[in-house]
């Protein structure tokens, strides 16, 4: 994790495999550094990482991540080597549950959505 003071903006670059327990532990991280910032937007990169999510963790990851700490005032950009099924899913399911999420294939595209008001 690293804070952009520039962009006020936490940048998160994964690798790997993520399953449910490290992406609890990452989430644990990334509201303790977002608070210690006052900040309230975040890169998530996750062009090197796979995911080891089934359907149904993929649907409780909202919920999951409100009960860490993650606000519906932040936004947050999600970035991935490939925009598939999965993706789309769970994006759907964050902007259902009224978070303010969107992913991208282009962390330049990503950067604009976030400078954005």
Same mark, same amino acid.
């Given at each position: &994790?690293?804070?952009? *003071?520039?962009?006020?903006?936490?940048?998160?670059?994964?690798?790997?495999?993520?399953? %449910?327990? %490290? *992406?609890?532990k990452?989430?644990? /991280?990334?509201? @303790?550094?977002?608070?210690?910032? +006052?900040c309230?937007? +975040?890169?998530? $990169?996750h062009?090197?990482?796979?995911?080891?999510?089934?359907?149904?963790?993929?649907?409780?990851?909202?919920?999951?991540?409100? +009960?860490?700490?993650? %606000?519906?005032?932040?936004?947050?950009?999600?970035?991935f080597?490939?925009l598939? /099924? +999965?993706?789309?899913? &769970? /994006?759907?399911? !964050?902007?259902?549950r009224?978070? $303010?999420?969107r @992913? !991208?294939? $282009?962390? #330049?595209?990503? #950067?604009?959505?976030?400078? #954005?008001?």
């Open positions: &994790m690293e804070y952009l *003071a520039a962009e006020n903006t936490l940048y998160i670059k994964t690798k790997g495999v993520l399953t %449910s327990e %490290s *992406a609890n990452m989430v644990k /991280e990334a509201v @303790q550094v977002m608070g210690l910032h +006052q309230s937007k +975040q890169i998530v $990169d062009r090197e990482t796979t995911f080891a999510f089934n359907l149904l963790e993929y649907y409780e990851r909202p919920t999951i991540n409100e +009960q860490i700490g993650i %606000s519906h005032l932040w936004k947050i950009a999600m970035i080597k490939e598939n /099924e +999965q993706t789309y899913f &769970m /994006e759907t399911v !964050f902007r259902n009224g978070f $303010d999420f @992913q !991208f294939e $282009d962390i #330049k595209e990503a #950067k604009e959505w976030l400078a #954005k008001l």
